[in-house]
């Protein structure tokens, strides 16, 4: 295996004439160190962002502890958004790499940039969508010994078993693998608390990212191969569907297609992909620094009057579907409750109820959200949390008897308390970019040798390479828009399959039945790696405390 500096220098020339490419470069000690230096500049950069922080908010400083384990888990949380970057990034750079549009070392430091640049400008939908799928319980104490034991395994679990399969060179799914890992440690806890394993997941939400996911395939297979066969049909070059002769680059159309479709699939792999670091890394946040991190301080105190409205609007429609039912005591575990069985009651809505005057009440008497004192912080957030979730199921409760009025106005309140607590500092998404973008750059080989040559039995062609980042660069830009993780490993992967299906170059039939296996095997594993792990760390966890 070339080593890590090998793969990161720019390098030596071209080989003897050959239809594959060079992907082996010699060591560049200038590379390395330029590498090491951002690495060094990223980690500095983070370090004085949280110190920054929390200087703003005048929050003293009473324990160190918290601060060590802040620092272990941001640690573990990149260098998880590191290895999806060299674990799932290859397969944007394989199809420039094999049908010599871009030099190797070229492409991946192109493709690099563009992830980096892709979490800059991510909206943070699927990075919220990620977290709700984990136990409210949990996220409700993520600051304790179980909180960090959640987050320590997920993130653990996910990184095991990527550079299982990476080493094994197979395109596995870090999506897939996130999900089964938070799945894993809902399954978990929920044993460990004496109830049924399925209550610890939502899996409503989880149905729905896994259609994304078990879908994403079958649209990379089908809608690349028609792909192909529509540019047979429009573009009548025979030399676009043949091997490349040598190490001669693909017309310059072809080529600039091809080098715009690798940018497109990396820019939108970092907008997708980076955001599922970002969710943690905000939970991470939350439990060891609430005073800084649990509600967004930079909101104006206009959205004050704007809440209010829309609070008084909402109050209006709960209230009355409580009619005739007091809450006397603590509102919160009937909320809490309802969120983890989806089951209403007549505790549901005066519990609601009750929870969003207290909401109400707590903000407008401060006057904004930066004004809310630091030991009220963390439970404010919590009750914001416990109402947005709770208004998530309720508006698609059938038995709930909503009408679309009622859906739209508990709607645009959710919309209003949302932006209290689903938002994402600038230094975050920085932090995530420099592990992705710089993860691309490394170890990328092993995935970059299957997709480009053990997939079809014949080499990739331009229009196959074409098609198929086209088909990714699509898929992966929709699901982002509609906040759904997507894993690019399965739409790319399935995308070259289906172009040589359609092209008649053929498959490999080894090499697929051996990613079905990883990819039927991802969720499964990744569920008893991360349920395992969870057990053991939260007794660890609970008798180091």
């Known amino acids: 295996m070339t080593s890590v500096a090998s793969q990161i220098g720019i390098g030596a020339g071209h080989g003897p004439a050959s239809a594959k490419p060079k992907l082996d470069h010699s060591f560049d000690i200038r590379g390395l160190l330029a590498f090491l230096g951002v690495i060094a500049c990223g980690l500095s950069y983070t370090a004085w962002s949280i110190w920054s922080d929390l200087k703003d908010t005048g929050a003293p400083v009473v324990a160190y502890l918290p601060f060590v384990l802040l620092g ?38 192109w493709s690099g940039f563009f992830n980096f640049l892709g979490v800059l400008f991510s909206t943070g939908a699927v990075a919220f969508g990620i977290v709700s799928l984990l136990p409210v319980e949990l996220i409700l104490q993520v600051g304790s010994s179980a909180g960090f034991a959640m987050v320590f395994a997920l993130l653990i679990a996910a990184i095991i078993w990527n550079l299982g399969t990476w080493w094994l060179g197979l395109p596995a799914s870090s999506s897939h693998t996130l999900i089964g890992s938070i799945i894993g440690v809902g399954v978990a806890n929920a044993l460990m608390r004496g109830r049924d394993g399925t209550s610890g997941v939502d899996w409503g939400k989880a149905t729905e990212i896994a259609y994304s996911l078990l879908l994403s395939p079958l649209v990379g297979f089908t809608a690349a191969a028609l792909l192909l066969l529509l540019m047979k049909f429009v573009v009548r070059k025979a030399e676009l569907y043949k091997e490349p002769q040598g190490q001669n680059p693909p017309p310059w159309w072809i080529r600039g297609l091809l080098i715009l479709t690798c940018t497109g699939v990396s820019f939108a792999h970092g907008s997708n992909d980076g955001q599922k670091g970002m969710g943690l890394i905000m939970l991470i946040l939350i439990g060891t620094v609430p005073t800084a991190y649990a509600l967004n301080r930079a909101l104006p105190e206009s959205h004050v009057a704007a809440f209010s409205k829309a609070s008084l609007a909402a109050a209006k429609v709960v209230e009355a579907k409580a009619a005739g039912y007091q809450v006397l005591g603590d509102p919160r575990p009937a909320v809490t409750n309802y969120i983890s069985r989806h089951e209403l009651n007549e505790g549901t809505y005066p519990s609601l109820a009750a929870l969003m005057r207290e909401i109400s009440k707590e903000i407008d008497s401060y006057g904004a959200i930066s004004k809310i004192p630091f030991a009220a912080v963390g439970n404010t957030r919590n009750d914001i949390y416990l109402a947005s979730e709770a208004l998530r199921f309720l508006v698609k409760d059938k038995e709930a008897d909503l009408t679309e009025a009622d859906k739209k106005v508990l709607k645009d309140y959710k919309d209003h308390i949302d932006k209290a607590t689903k938002f994402i500092p600038t ?18 080989k092993r995935i970059v040798v299957t997709v480009g040559e053990k997939i079809g039995k014949e080499h990739l062609t331009y229009g196959q390479g074409a098609s198929a980042e086209l088909v990714a660069m699509s898929t992966i830009a929709a699901a982002d828009m509609f906040g759904l993780p997507v894993s690019t490993t399965h739409v790319l992967s399935s995308g070259v399959a289906g172009t040589m299906a359609a092209n008649g170059s053929g498959v490999q039939m080894g090499t697929i039945r051996n990613l079905l296996m990883a990819w039927g095997l991802t969720l499964p594993c990744a569920i008893l790696l991360s349920g395992s792990l969870y057990f053991l760390l939260s007794h660890v966890l609970k008798m180091a405390g």
């Open 72 to 109: 272990v888990a941001l640690l573990i949380a990149l260098g998880f958004e590191f290895v999806n970057g060299f674990h799932d990034t290859a397969n944007a750079v394989a199809t420039v790499i094999y049908t010599h549009s871009m030099p190797a070392n070229v492409a991946v430091i």
């Open 427 to 444: 230094w975050v998404k920085i932090a995530v970019a420099i592990a992705l973008g710089l993860g691309t750059m490394i170890g990328w």
